[in-house]
T-cell receptor, first 115, second 115 residues
Framework: AQTVTQSQPEMSVQEAETVTLSCTYD???????LFWYKQPPSRQMILVIR??????QNATENRFSVNFQKAAKSFSLKISDSQLGDAAMYFC????????????FGKGTRLSVIA | DTAVSQTPKYLVTQMGNDKSIKCEQN?????MYWYKQDSKKFLKIMFS???????INETVPNRFSPKSPDKAHLNLHINSLELGDSAVYFC?????FGTGIRSQHFGDGTRLSIL
């Protein structure tokens, strides 16, 4: 079974600085999807960024980018120019490419942004 | 335009009662899911349905019974509520066949509190 590990329960960053959240996963599949979700105190689950494993190029969405290292099974999230609104729980998630498969989540990293 | 909507957002009830949570998606997706987020924020799949058919049942007690009247709706009925059922329940949907990365879209969650 696939597993996702987020080794940093909590992180903090100064406003306008850059922070990197770590995620590793375990799978025997060669193709799969990886995601980062943000959960602010409002508890909504907001998709931040996604990556297809067969694509070598790292995904980028505005201030959010990933460092995808397939051989190392690592999928870290970099947040640049951190803003107060970035404070939230961040979940890394894995999904098999076949239909009807659920997301497998890591335990999350709580990010605080210091003004 | 709410993509995935859950009702109610909050549910407070006594142990032993029976309650239901409703979920509707207007994205035209073919697969819907229920996830449970426990007090430590860990998210885990409970059920998934594809076109009204149960696909995944992750060893959830049979007090939990999902029902999908059509592919846009997936309701969760819980009998004989126990203290351990207190959690946030998320509904999600995705388009699992065809091309594309198959991201899951989440509802805002239902916080269930058992007294």
């Amino acid at each position: 079974a696939q597993t996702v590990t987020q080794s940093q329960p909590e992180m903090s960053v100064q406003e306008a600085e850059t922070v990197t959240l770590s995620c590793t996963y375990d799978t025997s599949e060669s193709d799969y999807y990886l995601f980062w979700y943000k959960q602010p105190p409002s508890r909504q689950m907001i998709l931040v960024i996604r990556q297809e494993a067969y694509k070598q190029q790292n995904a980028t969405e505005n201030r959010f980018s990933v460092n995808f290292q397939k051989a190392a099974k690592s999928f870290s999230l970099k947040i640049s120019d951190s803003q107060l609104g970035d404070a939230a729980m961040y979940f890394c998630a894995y999904r098999n490419p076949s239909g009807n498969t659920p997301l497998v989540f890591g335990k999350g990293t709580r990010l605080s942004v210091i003004a | 335009d709410t993509a995935v909507s859950q009702t109610p957002k909050y549910l407070v009830t006594q142990m032993g009662n029976d309650k239901s949570i409703k979920c509707e998606q207007n994205l035209g997706h073919d697969t819907m899911y229920w996830y449970k987020q426990d007090s430590k924020k860990f998210l885990k799949i409970m059920f998934s349905y594809n076109n009204k058919e149960l696909i995944i049942n992750e060893t959830v007690p049979n007090r939990f019974s999902p029902k999908s009247p059509d592919k846009a709706h997936l309701n969760l009925h819980i009998n004989s509520l126990e203290l351990g059922d207190s959690a946030v329940y998320f509904c999600a949907s995705s388009q699992d066949f065809g091309t594309g990365i198959r991201s899951q879209h989440f509802g805002d969650g239902t916080r269930l509190s058992i007294l």
